[in-house]
């Protein structure tokens, strides 16, 4: 690969062109930390509300139906206008959809958070529709690839923020009475018990709705560059055609819905899979959900340490070449969660996050390379793949509900999910590298 060392990873290397790419790069870590302090709570609002782990998924089907619904909007709100007012847009649903909050837990029902979700990530999917193309366009294109993975690399870092504030917050803050416990209470006792443990849940998401408020605010008050911002026509059904065209990046919407959602499934069911296998070694259920999230902190850290190493080895190695090879690797942990039973099991949990590390923002750069101005519409179809993690994890839960399957462990195996996705983003790395698309 040609190195491009003496080019600016960031426009001209000026303060004028790294003040502005900090601040979008803060999105980045925005939207990590709301992904992944929603993620344990699946298992949280199921227990809260004596649910199953289906019915406690469709707070990931609302978190990811906002990313749908909103990505060509967002779009073309981004072409009408302009990259920042995207942004601004987006930060404003978050910090309204995080305030919402407040009056669902007034209510004591289940659905008004998952309305609250919803508006929360409409606002996300006005972040990312705006902030990745954004990112790509501030410098040259040599070094687009790895601009984005270094954005991309804060947003494991607000994920893992995301994920100490649910253990230490939230979880571990929780009243003990475990999920059989709580079926056996009257129901004016299982109001009482509902009514405080969302008053520990809410008080999280009120917090990050006020910073959020702050990143909108600085981003209002700083000059930022106009690079991509168009005339601000709307030309939908002949850029969807011209999009469509393109092979790498039909594709590579594809590759991205199964991609997220095995990222998804991972996160998500890494505290079913631990808390079953911890409560096997005598935990009592809250205990064995903190320590599932410890690994799930770990596998975090681990992905973050990952998009670092990886954003420096595509210096030197084809984005396509990485990407198979990720992939593998993760196909492989995938069959050890399967088949292992024990704490190794946990591990390789970690390994695919590791593995994981690279494959968002580098599908999405290929995708949208040399797309030009078409990359905002672009960028809206590579969003609403992001549904996969709204679509794919219910029917994972759906086999965990099973509780047993062919005499293993349910949990243990409908992590074939994520296996089968994964093999389809090593067929996309290897075509983006025979096809010389990276």
Sequence with gaps: MKSTRKIPVVGDGSWAAIIPFVLITSCFALWGFANDITTPLVKAFSKIFRMSVTEGTLVQVAFYGGYFAMAFPAAMFIRRYSYKAGVMLGLGLYALGAFLFFPAKMTGDYYPFLIAYF????????????????????????????????????????????????????????????????????????????????????????????????????????????????????????????????????????????????????????????????????????????????????AMAVFCVSRFVCTFLLRFFNPGQLLRALGIGAALFTLGVMFFQNILGMYCIVGVSACMSLMFPTIYGIALKGLGEDAKFGAAGLIMAILGGSILPPLQASIIDLHELWGMPSVNLSFVLPFICFVIVVFYGHRSYQKKWS
């Design 119 to 298: 508006v929360l990530t409409c606002g996300l999917s006005f972040l990312e529709t705006s902030c990745n193309p954004y990112i790509l366009s501030m410098g040259a294109e040599e070094t687009a690839m790895r601009r984005l993975n270094l954005a991309q690399a804060f947003n494991p870092m607000g994920a893992l923020l995301g994920m100490y504030v649910a253990m230490e917050f939230i979880q571990r803050r929780l009243h003990p009475l475990d999920t059989e416990g709580r079926a056996l209470l009257s129901d004016s006792e299982f109001e009482a018990v509902r009514d405080a443990d969302l008053s520990t849940l809410i008080a999280p998401y009120l917090v990050i709705g006020l910073a959020t408020l702050c990143v909108l605010i600085l981003i209002r008050l700083i000059k930022m560059p106009k690079n991509g911002d168009g005339s601000g026509k709307i030309d939908f059904i002949p850029t969807l055609k011209r999009l469509f065209k393109v092979q790498r990046y039909r594709e590579g919407v594809i590759v991205q819905f199964f991609y997220v959602g095995a990222q998804i499934m991972c996160w998500t069911f890494i505290i079913q899979y631990g808390t079953r296998l911890f409560m096997d070694m005598g935990m009592a259920e809250q205990m064995a959900e903190v320590r599932s999230q410890k690994f799930n902190i770990l």
